[in-house]
């Protein structure tokens, strides 16, 4: 068997499908994409297949990641580790329906059936939460995040702080004491006001505390973690496993979350994931994205005993225009029950993709998130 074609398809919100062919008919396909940066990881995909992979045999896929990875003088980085995720998707969704099993048998079987899910609340500028909260608790979910804050300065004053604290206490009031909310720092605070707002969000008891500062001051997180007992999350900014050897070794991240579409894929965060049970790390993968990034987490949080909880992008605020469903040929595979997702069992990633609907929406390359500014004129961080 041998890959002989693929295309890429930029379709709204703002995802990136790779479809994959082979010889013998098999499919792949794979979400290789950075948020607001379609077109650059294009290019980079279009550069490893034409260079590495059209002529070669897909079942490969070590031996493929390897030279994706190492083949090239200078690696890593959010742009290339990308491009490699989407590609790798793709060739284990083909390696699965070659051996007509879904990828989860292929990694050692599952570890569970299902999977808890928690639901997006609010937006970038965290607004109506509480009400939120409730529609989806009745919905039936058990867990929910939220964005800690809009745009805080380097220093801000306690009322900024105390608003924070206001609108987690109203979704707490909203929805109890056995629902979980994580609470999403979003990399937009500072070391001096992220110390300040986990030990002031503590009073409500957040599911954790996440992406408190950027990743280039991980540094920071023990200091931080000094001031809270909130569990620690991080990750998704982090793109292979030499970045997260760092943070295990700190000991105080208690969830990672690699992202299935940005760390490299399947073969990659599913080692990342065995790295973490061996510091007592939980995973929970990052995954504001489409259909096919869902199905690769659902792949690997089957497989994995420290796999906590998953992001899924249903009715998030990205998702103006579609939506995670609209692209599935059988929805159902996420219907979500009491907060809980099924772990597909078909072949390969366990979804079929529309093709149809891909084609006909495709061309939708341009979005880019947001640049904010504080009021003296400069940039924020989103």
């Known amino acids: 068997m041998k890959i002989v074609d693929y295309d890429l398809y930029a379709v709204p919100p703002r995802w990136l499908f790779l479809r994959v062919e082979t010889d013998t008919g098999l499919v792949g396909w794979g979400e290789p994409v950075v948020e607001g940066r379609a077109r650059t990881v294009r290019t980079a995909v279009e550069e490893l297949m034409d260079t590495y992979l059209l002529g070669s045999d897909p079942l490969r896929i070590e031996d493929h990641w390897q030279t994706m990875y190492r083949g090239g003088f200078y690696r890593g980085g959010p742009v290339l580790m990308s491009a490699i995720a989407g590609v790798d998707q793709a060739l284990w969704d083909i390696k699965g329906k070659h051996h007509d099993a879904p990828v989860h048998e292929l990694l050692g079987g599952k570890a569970r059936d299902r999977i808890r899910v928690y639901q997006w609340i609010g937006g970038d500028r965290p607004d109506g939460v509480a009400d939120a909260a409730r529609e989806k608790v009745e919905a039936g979910f058990t867990a929910l995040k939220m964005n800690a804050t809009s745009e805080l300065r380097r220093i801000d004053s306690p009322k900024a702080v105390s608003r924070a604290v206001e609108r987690l206490g109203a979704v707490r009031e ?38 408190p500062v950027l990743p280039e001051h991980n540094d920071a997180l ?55 049970e061996a510091y007592d790390v939980a995973l929970a993968p990052h995954c504001p994205l489409g259909p096919i990034a869902l199905a690769a987490c659902l792949q690997v949080d089957a497989c994995a005993p420290n796999a906590l909880i998953q992001e899924q992008s249903l009715d998030i605020h990205y998702n103006e225009t579609s939506d995670v469903l609209d692209y599935l040929a059988d929805p159902s595979v996420f219907e979500y029950d009491e907060g809980f997702v099924d772990i597909p069992d078909g072949p390969g990633l366990g979804v079929d993709i529309d093709a149809e609907v891909v084609e006909a929406r495709a061309g939708h390359d341009d979005w880019h998130n947001p640049v904010w500014r504080h009021p003296d004129g400069s940039v924020a961080e989103w």
């Open 174 to 211: 909203a929805v109890g004491d056995e629902v979980d909310i994580g609470v999403d720092f979003h990399g937009r605070v500072t070391k001096p006001m992220a110390k300040r707002l986990a030990e002031a969000l503590s009073e409500h008891d957040p599911f954790f505390i996440e992406e």
């Open 222 to 276: 023990p200091e931080i973690a000094a001031h809270t007992s909130t569990p620690i999350a991080t990750g998704e900014r982090m793109f292979s496993r030499w970045d997260f050897k760092e943070v295990f070794e700190q000991g105080v991240v208690d969830v990672i979350q690699p992202d299935l579409s940005h760390a490299g894929g399947i073969t990659e965060v599913n080692k990342i994931a065995a790295m973490a």
